[in-house]
């Protein structure tokens, strides 16, 4: 069992091309800034710049006032999940108003991690990869804790113990989305994604090259 974690690891330029949360989103030419469909109707703000083998997933949530437009619903309209190409990408131009970026940019590394499942009891829930993964890193031997601060999400796998009747479909076609990453808040105070405190999941559709994302 494998699970690939998203790092930490320091700042990062903010039009860097490298796997990151915050900074400015690169896009093709001619690409508009999202806002939120829920209920302010403002500017979104850019999460995390995602390179996957399939493209580059671009991460955006409703910020202006937390709490009323719903950010963490799949279909609320207050988040947005775009799949670029994975080249010819430039800068957007920021929107003058809104909460629209984060306050830190923080570079990302991959690291695939092996598992071996914890054993149980048969009426437990069978062992979760990223849970694992997540709890475990860097974690000595005798240790309860290891440095779980620095695991910013995963790429790829299964959605953590996410019940099947949330798993959200195309915004366009749907159709049935695949999971694409976790995103957790972040390291610290000022690098952190609002995420209410929970984990979050993001999906794509391929052929429409968008996706979904909400938290649990």
Known sequence: MQATLMIYDGTAAPDSEIPRTGGVPL??????????????????????????????????????????????????????????????????AVPESGVTLLPAVSAIKTQVVTLEPETGDDDELPPD??????????????????????????????????EDDRLPGCPSCSGTTEFAAHLEEGIDRQTAMNLGGQLGYVFVCRPCSEGAFLTD
């Open 129 to 162: 990869a990223y849970d694992l993964a997540r709890s475990g890193w860097e974690r000595e031997p005798g240790e309860w804790f290891g440095k779980q601060r620095e695991v910013l999400g995963s790429l790829g796998g299964s959605p953590s113990y996410l």
């Open 27 to 92: 896009a093709p030419e001619g690409f508009i800034w999202p806002l939120c469909g829920d209920c302010c109707g403002g500017p979104m703000q850019f999460f995390a710049h995602l390179p996957v083998e399939y493209g580059v997933l671009s991460v955006f949530l409703c910020q202006n006032n937390p709490g009323s437009c719903e950010s963490w619903d799949a279909t609320a309209g207050a988040n947005r999940v775009f799949l670029f190409p994975p080249a010819g990408l430039v800068a957007v």
